[in-house]
Structures are given as structure tokens and as C-alpha cells.
């Protein structure tokens, strides 16, 4: 056994998008940090879709931006089409995507690590971790090197345990190409639950054998950047792999167009009559599918009655003829997917450059966390991404993010950052996960957040950044961004009230229904600039609204201000109902708030456990 020589303050295990986020949180705090992964060749690796955002995960990218995270200036780097969902609804919908340029977004990705101070870059496979008495203590790879470390962050995507699906043929892999991870084996030996998961890609196209003519054509919006601070691109030596150019926060390069098209009834019966080859039909596949990103075979079975599913024809990067086919997900053999591929209008004569599969892998329920994210059995070690049970880029990132910083403050000594439903979406997402578990690939939506209109993507930097900037996480540029933004913010305030256009202040104006900021004459609008005015017009259409929230908002802080004491004895709480008892032991809720949005825990729960708090709970011996 080879011990190597340096101890590091983080470890962690994996380099996707919760890796990277994790072991750069960790490294900007100061701690000694190592990322150890399978493959160098393939960190930051889009796995699936090539883009980042999309409803409710846009505002999570720039939630992520808003505390220093690298996922934001990486996509305004890479990207070549830029949109803004629901632009034309209201404001706590609206949620900015990006296509990306998947190889540049992934070279860009490790150039950052690489070039990122307290990191090392690393490969191997992690097979099982070093556990002491008072936690984790290091790792050990499969060929014999053990490394030692005062926290561990697992961050292992689809590779544990990972098995491919094409037909009823299958091989080990947690992506097409690459090889598996035995870790969950160890995390099993070590106590933890693990379950089992699946998730599916689709085929990806020679563009040159598309007909595009006989596609929709479908052009980006206006580009903004997601990143608060995307004058920063070009300022260091790893922007020698940015493909994008941004001055004065507009886009300088040319945008690529996607393209639209459709099933047809042809299509569903072609899947209708192979479902017996499908692995998932056929009973070859065990774990359970994202509801709401259902395979081709899935929508043409749960929605017979639909005579056509939109696909979206997405380019991969400016310098391939590789194209994703966004909505026709599959596991179906080669020659089907042949087959019902070119009966798709626009493709009657594509050729399939890599075939669609479905994946299954293992993960770890995540009421086995706290709200930090680290593990309630094992002190120091923390999971993050798709071994929670979550699906998506962003999802993933935004919890390695957290994880890190949390691995990294513990070992320095300092508290721990905790983000609440109030705060934020990844705060929403962290909350839903160690409260309430999944059952299946969770993923986020705007409508699981209660207090949308407050948490909107144009607000993040004010939201999260002094967050950050108190967690260390944050400073320089994007520090006085945000103070300088809340200057202006306040002086637009008062100008508005000042001044009058026709009969009425501009504030009066504002608010009425019909109008928009954008329609005021420049010299009224003067030298504010327009997000600020955007960010004027929401808080004046709705006032009401925001107050209304605010209010709730506070009285789930006054929950949430509650700490139940790490070890409550639940089992043994005098007049509690076995059910109640028997979920706060495994969800171990860390508040007040958290207690009470536990699934199947009744108010005479809360009302019992808040008198508890009160005189002083029992704790375990």
C-alpha cells in the first residue's frame, strides 16, 4: 500500500459538474484540496444534453454564480445560443438556457481546476474510504494508493455501479465508454442505504445527413450573460480556451441556430411494435426513471393518445457535425433506433453516430444528510450530485458547490453555510432532498419553491452574494458589484418617485399593468442601466406580492431559527406517535421548520416537539 505523502484538508471523489464546483469552493476557502477522478480526459464532461439552464435551472446557475461558483462564466464562455424561457410571462418564471459548446466547456472546465490555487488535479478510482473513530480519514484507489484527508466529498454522477442498456444487450460503465465505480459496495459495508436509479441519453446525428430544410428553425434570444461578472472572461491565462467574446456584458460571436421537428404516428408504431426489445419493458432494467424526462418508449406508451412528440435538433459545439436529438431519449437495439430515426421528418436519411442508451447506477438516499450535506453516519464525509438521487448539471453542481464549502469550513473551523428555501433554489433543493428523500430521479421546477417571485434569476448576485462574501466564498470584483448594484438600486428608487413623466411619477407610470420600463423615453430612462431598471419595474408591479411573500418568508425563518440539538433521542420522546418518532429518527430534521415539512408528520407533532425545545429535549445516551 502506497501512502501518499501529502494529507489534504478536502478530498473529493469525482470531477462532473458537483466535483468541480466542490473542489473550487473548497480550494477559494483555503483548504489544502484534492480532485482524484477515473478519467482526466473527461472533467466537466456534458454527459447528456449540451446545455446548461432551462426553467428553474437557470436560476440555479446563477445562484451558483452569485457565490463565486465557475459554472456561469464556463457556459458565457462556451455557449453559442443564448434564450430566456417564458420571457413573455412573469418574472418568477423566466429562466435563462445556454447552449454550449460541449468540448470547449469541458477543456475550459479542467483548465480552471488546473489553474485554480490549493488544488490538485488527479487520476484514480477511489474503491473505498479510510474511516476512524471520529470520521473519515482518506481513501484507497484500486491500485493500491491510499491518501489520506480530514474530509471527504463523493461525487461519483452515474459510475457506481454503473450499467449500460442498448436493446436487451448491457455492459458495465457509468457512461458509454468509460468504466465503473465499485464505491457504493463499500458505502453499503460502511451502513449507508443505497438504492438504484436509471437515466437515458439519446442517439446523436451527422449533421451533414440532416435535412434542415425540412426543419423548424429556432434562434436564440438577445444573449445575457449568466454570470455577474462576465467581464472576467479573457483576464486569465485558462481564457485561452473561452470560444466567446463579452464587452460592456454583451456578446461579440455569432449564435448557432437549433432546429425543430417531430414524430410521427410511423414513429410510435415502430416503438410500439419493438417495446419487447426494450430493456425496460422487457423487465431488464431494476431502477427507477426521471418522471419528468421520460424515454421515447415511455411517451409513446403513457401518452398513446398523442399523435407527435417536438424534438430538438441541438448542435454539439461550432467545430463538430455532431448533433443531440433533445427529446427522444432511448434504450431501444441499434437497428430500431435506425429505423424509427428516419421516419422522422428531416432525418429520413440520418445516420446515428452514437447510439441512445439507458443507464442504471446506485446512489444513496439522501435523508441520510444533513442540511450541509455531510452524512449523518460518517463525520467529514459528504455527498453531492447524482449519488442524492437528483438529475442534471446544474442540480449536481449547485450541491457540490455547497458540499465543498461545507468539507472545507469544517476543517477550518468555522460554521457551516446553510442555505434556506428563503434563500434560494439550491436552498429549496437541498431542503426537499434531507427532508423528504425521492423515490425518483429528483429534478427541480419552479413550482416547488414557494417563494418564486423573490428567488427570480435576476436578483442571485443580491440575494447570495453577501452570503457568500460572509462564508469567504466571494470577494474582489463581484463583491463591489453587488454594492455598487444596491447603490444604484436605491438611487433609481428615488429618482423614479422624483420624477414625473406626463402627469404621473415615473414610479406611478410603472406600476400600471400596460406599461414597461423599456418603453420610456431615453431621456427619461437616463444613465441607469437597463437590468436595473427591469429589477424597478418587478418590485413595483408586485408590491403586493413581494410583501405578502416576505411575510411568509419571515415566519419560516422564526421555524428555522429553531435548532433541535443533533442528538435527540426521538425514539424515546414521551407522547409522540410512533410514526412521528420513527421519521424524525431517520430524517434526524436539524429545525424546527424542518421537522414540520417531514412527509406524514402532523401540526400536534410539531406543537409536541416545539414544547420539548422549549423545557429541554432528551438526548441520546
Known amino acids: 500500500m502506497f501512502v501518499y505523502p501529502k494529507i489534504y484538508d478536502v478530498l473529493v471523489i469525482g470531477a ?25 480526459d473527461s472533467v466537466g464532461q456534458m454527459s447528456c444534453n449540451p446545455a446548461i439552464g432551462g426553467q428553474a435551472k437557470g436560476q440555479i446557475v446563477r445562484e451558483i454564480d452569485a457565490l463565486g461558483g465557475a459554472m456561469g462564466l464556463n457556459t458565457d464562455a462556451t455557449s453559442f445560443q443564448f434564450r430566456m ?16 459548446d460541449k468540448k470547449a466547456y469541458q477543456f475550459r472546465a479542467k483548465a480552471v481546476l488546473e489553474r485554480q490555487a490549493n488544488l490538485d488535479l488527479k487520476q484514480g478510482n477511489v474503491v473505498r474510504l479510510t474511516v476512524g473513530a471520529d470520521g473519515v480519514t482518506g481513501v484507497e484507489t484500486n491500485l493500491g494508493w491510499q491518501i489520506r484527508a480530514r474530509a471527504v466529498v463523493i461525487t461519483t454522477g452515474t459510475f457506481m455501479r454503473g450499467l449500460l442498456h442498448v436493446g436487451l444487450q448491457n455492459q458495465a460503465g457509468g457512461r458509454m465508454g468509460d468504466s465503473v465505480s465499485t464505491l457504493s459496495d463499500h458505502l453499503k459495508e460502511l451502513g449507508f442505504e443505497v438504492g438504484r436509479f436509471k437515466t437515458g441519453t439519446p442517439c446523436r446525428l451527422h449533421g451533414k445527413t440532416i435535412d434542415f430544410g425540412q ?41 448557432l441556430p437549433c432546429w425543430i421537428t417531430q414524430t410521427n404516428a410511423r414513429t410510435h408504431e415502430m416503438i410500439r411494435s419493438n417495446l419487447h426489445q426494450s430493456p425496460l419493458y422487457a423487465g431488464k432494467i431494476e431502477g427507477v426513471g426521471p418522471r419528468y424526462c421520460p424515454s421515447i418508449e415511455d411517451k409513446v406508451v403513457r401518452f398513446a393518445e398523442k399523435e407527435s412528440h417536438q424534438l430538438f435538433l441541438e448542435p454539439e459545439g461550432r467545430h463538430t457535425e455532431e448533433y443531440y436529438v433533445n427529446g427522444i431519449s432511448t434504450s431501444l437495439p441499434m437497428a430500431v433506433q435506425y429505423e424509427f430515426i428516419r421516419s422522422i421528418r428531416g432525418l429520413e ?32 464525509l459528504y455527498f453531492a450530485g447524482q449519488i442524492n438521487g437528483t438529475s442534471g448539471y446544474e442540480e449536481a453542481a449547485a450541491q457540490g458547490l455547497v458540499a465543498g464549502a461545507n468539507a472545507a469550513l469544517k476543517v477550518l473551523g468555522r460554521p457551516p453555510l446553510y442555505l434556506s428555501r428563503a434563500d434560494a433554489y439550491i436552498g429549496v433543493l437541498i431542503d426537499d432532498l434531507v427532508t423528504k428523500g425521492t423515490i425518483e430521479p429528483y429534478r427541480m421546477f419552479t413550482s416547488r419553491a414557494e417563494h418564486r417571485l423573490i428567488l427570480r434569476q435576476d436578483n442571485a448576485d443580491l440575494r447570495l452574494t453577501p452570503i457568500g462574501e460572509a462564508a469567504g466564498l466571494v470577494s474582489g470584483t463581484r463583491w463591489e458589484k453587488v454594492q455598487a448594484k444596491l447603490a444604484d438600486l436605491e438611487r433609481l428608487r428615488l429618482y423614479a418617485k422624483a420624477t414625473r413623466y406626463g402627469e404621473v411619477s415615473v414610479a406611478q407610470w410603472i406600476r400600471r399593468p400596460e406599461n414597461t420600463t423599456d418603453q420610456l423615453p431615453q431621456e427619461i430612462r437616463g444613465n441607469f442601466a437597463g437590468d436595473r431598471w427591469e429589477s424597478l419595474e418587478i418590485e413595483l408591479k408586485y408590491a403586493g406580492y413581494i410583501t405578502r411573500q416576505e411575510v411568509a418568508i419571515e415566519k419560516l425563518r422564526g421555524n428555522d431559527a429553531k435548532r433541535i440539538p443533533p442528538k ?10 410512533e410514526e412521528a418518532r420513527q421519521k424524525f429518527a431517520l430524517v434526524r430534521p436539524e429545525t424546527l421548520g424542518q421537522a414540520s415539512r417531514i412527509s406524514g408528520i402532523t401540526p400536534s407533532d410539531i406543537a409536541l416537539l416545539a414544547v420539548y425545545l422549549h423545557r429541554g429535549i432528551p438526548l441520546e445516551e
Open 16 to 40: 462532473g459538474h458537483a466535483g468541480v464546483e466542490a473542489a473550487l469552493a473548497a480550494a477559494r476557502l483555503g483548504a489544502a484540496t484534492l480532485i482524484l477522478t477515473q478519467n482526466l
Open 85 to 100: 424561457l417564458n420571457a413573455n410571462k412573469g418574472p418568477s418564471v423566466r429562466s435563462p438556457r445556454a447552449q454550449c
Open 215 to 255: 426543419c423548424q428553425r429556432q434562434d436564440g434570444d438577445v444573449p445575457r450573460p449568466f454570470s455577474y461578472v462576465p467581464e472576467e472572461l479573457g483576464e486569465n491565462l485558462h481564457d485561452i480556451f473561452s470560444l466567446n467574446h463579452w464587452k460592456d456584458g454583451l456578446f461579440h460571436v455569432e449564435q
Open 349 to 380: 436519411n440520418a445516420e446515428i453516430m452514437r447510439p441512445g442508451y439507458a443507464v442504471e447506477y446506485d446512489y444513496c438516499p439522501p435523508t441520510q444528510l444533513t442540511h450541509a450535506l455531510e452524512t449523518h453516519r460518517v463525520p467529514g
Open 568 to 577: 435527540t433521542d426521538f425514539i424515546h420522546l414521551p407522547g409522540l406517535r
